[in-house]
């Protein structure tokens, strides 16, 4: 029987539903695939925000740092799809990248705050459901590795919101978190028909 039972990250409005785990569980070859994309793309928004703004000096150290493990986690998945014959290939994404990127509004310092906040949401997600990963995965190996980077994962989420919350007003960031937060759950209300880590 499939668990969905994992701690409720607070900030996620929704958790995921058990469909999720099912597809996933069936597709675990494109799930990799998808996850060794997702951690390459996580890499480039922080040093995209690096270069957008370098003069933020904690913000520079600490994701320099995210930057650094997201590119190792992205050549440990790689070995798992060298492992399992895999080529790497591009897959079409689902809406919800895109669908929270539609929310960063355009004007400083806005954009900053939501850039920093979408960030935190997507690795919270993640977090949840590489957690569910690890619990339902059937090959034992995988299912370690998944459970192996969760903690990153709540490391670099964390991180989002204390940048967050040291360049802007807690009241005015946790009122734009809980915005945000219900976009990023109402992106998930309809389940991508292909396999994704964020369908």
Wanted: aromatic share 8%.
């Amino acid at each position: 029987m499939l668990s969905s039972e994992l701690p409720t990250i607070n900030v996620l409005k929704k958790p995921t539903k058990p469909a999720w785990i099912e597809q996933a569980i069936a597709n675990l070859d494109t799930i990799l695939l998808d996850h060794a994309q997702c951690e390459r793309k996580a890499a480039g928004v922080a040093l995209n925000l690096i270069f957008r703004y370098p003069s933020n000096a904690k913000m520079v150290r600490e994701l320099t740092s995210i930057a650094r493990e997201e590119l190792e986690h992205f050549e440990l998945v790689n070995q798992w799809l060298e492992s399992r014959n895999i080529p790497m290939r591009p897959l079409a994404p689902p809406p919800y990248g895109a669908g929270l990127k539609a929310q960063i509004r355009p004007k400083e310092p806005d954009r900053f705050l939501d850039s920093l906040l979408v960030s935190g949401l997507i690795e919270a997600r993640s977090h949840e459901r590489l957690g569910l990963l690890s619990q339902n995965c059937p090959e034992q190996e995988l299912a370690e590795f998944y459970h192996s980077l969760m903690a990153s994962e709540a490391r670099h989420y964390g991180v989002y919101w204390i940048l967050a919350d040291t360049y802007f007003e807690r009241e005015i960031f946790m009122q734009r978190l809980d915005e945000l937060a219900i976009v990023e759950s109402e992106l998930l209300a309809q389940m991508h028909p292909e396999p994704r880590i964020h369908s």
